[in-house]
C-alpha cells in the first residue's frame, strides 16, 4: 500500500535475478509466478525484456527430474533405497541410503548421505541415479556433519578427510599468474616465491580427482613441485599425452 522507492526497486530486481537461477529447477516452480507478480505490482519489467545476469544452468541435466524427491527426502528424513549405475558399470546396483545434503559442482548435483554398507558418507551424481523409493526403518540422521565447513580442505565434491590434506607446492608461469592471482585456485593459497619468470604458490588441499582436472587444465602454464605423489601423477600424465599426439 505504501509503496517503494527508487533504491528499493533497484534492490528488488537484484534479488529478482538471483532468485531466477533456480527456475527450472524441480521444486522451484513458484519462482516464475512469483517473479511476474512482483514484476507487476511494482513495476519491475525490464523495458527491453533483457537480463544482466547470467548463471551457469543446464537445462538438459540428466538426472535433474530426481531433484525433487530427494529434496523432500532429506527435508523430510526418510530413508531410501536407490537403484543406482556407475559411469564405469554395464549394471546397476541398489543402495541403501540416508539423504542429508544436496551440492552443485561443476553444473552436476551430487547427493550426500550415510550408506548403511559402508557404514560411512557417500555421495552420488544425480546424473547416473536410475531411480529410488521410500523405505521403512529408522533413518539416521545428521549428528555432527557441518556441511559448510565440509567442503573446505577440497576442490569439488570428493572429500576424504582432513587427515589427507597435504602441502601442494606449484610453480605458475608470469603469463598465467595474473589470472590464478585474481582467481585463486583455493582459499589456502599463498605465494612462496616470485621470480621473473614465474610465482611459486603454497596449497592447503586434499589430493583428489577434481584438484587434478583443475591443474591439469593449465598443464603449459604449471609445474608440480611437491608432493611426490602428486608430481608422479602429473609425469605420468604428460608422458600419456606426449606419446598420444606424437
Not at 589456502?188 to 592447503?204: A, H, P, R, Y
Amino acid at each position: 500500500n505504501y509503496g517503494i522507492n527508487q533504491n528499493e526497486a533497484e534492490q528488488l530486481k537484484g534479488s529478482l535475478a538471483i532468485i531466477s537461477r533456480f527456475k527450472g529447477l524441480p521444486h522451484f516452480e513458484w519462482i516464475e509466478e512469483i517473479q511476474i507478480r512482483l514484476e507487476d505490482t511494482f513495476k519491475l519489467k525490464n523495458n527491453f525484456n533483457t537480463s544482466t545476469v547470467g548463471f551457469d544452468h543446464n537445462p538438459y541435466l540428466k538426472g535433474i527430474e530426481h531433484f525433487t524427491g530427494l529434496f523432500n527426502s532429506i527435508n523430510n528424513k526418510v530413508a531410501l533405497k536407490i537403484n543406482y549405475k556407475a559411469f564405469n558399470k554395464d549394471f546397476s546396483i541398489q543402495i541403501l541410503f540416508h539423504p542429508w545434503y544436496l551440492k552443485q559442482f561443476n553444473n552436476r548435483w551430487f547427493l550426500f548421505g550415510f550408506n548403511e554398507k559402508y557404514n560411512a558418507i557417500s555421495n552420488y551424481p544425480l546424473d547416473r541415479i536410475i531411480d529410488f523409493e521410500e523405505i521403512d526403518g529408522k533413518y539416521v540422521e545428521n549428528q555432527n556433519l557441518n556441511f559448510e565447513e565440509y567442503f573446505d580442505d577440497v576442490i569439488g565434491v570428493t572429500v576424504k578427510g582432513p587427515e589427507y590434506v597435504e602441502k601442494i607446492v606449484i610453480k605458475i608461469d608470469k603469463e598465467l599468474w595474473p589470472y590464478i592471482e585474481s582467481k585463486p585456485l583455493h582459499g589456502s593459497q599463498k605465494i612462496k616465491g616470485n621470480t621473473e619468470k614465474d610465482v611459486t604458490i603454497e596449497l592447503l588441499l586434499e589430493i583428489n580427482h577434481e584438484l587434478i582436472a583443475l591443474l591439469f587444465s593449465f598443464i603449459d602454464s604449471i609445474e608440480v613441485i611437491e608432493p611426490k605423489l602428486l608430481k608422479d601423477k602429473f609425469k605420468v600424465l604428460s608422458e600419456k599425452l606426449y606419446l598420444k599426439y606424437n
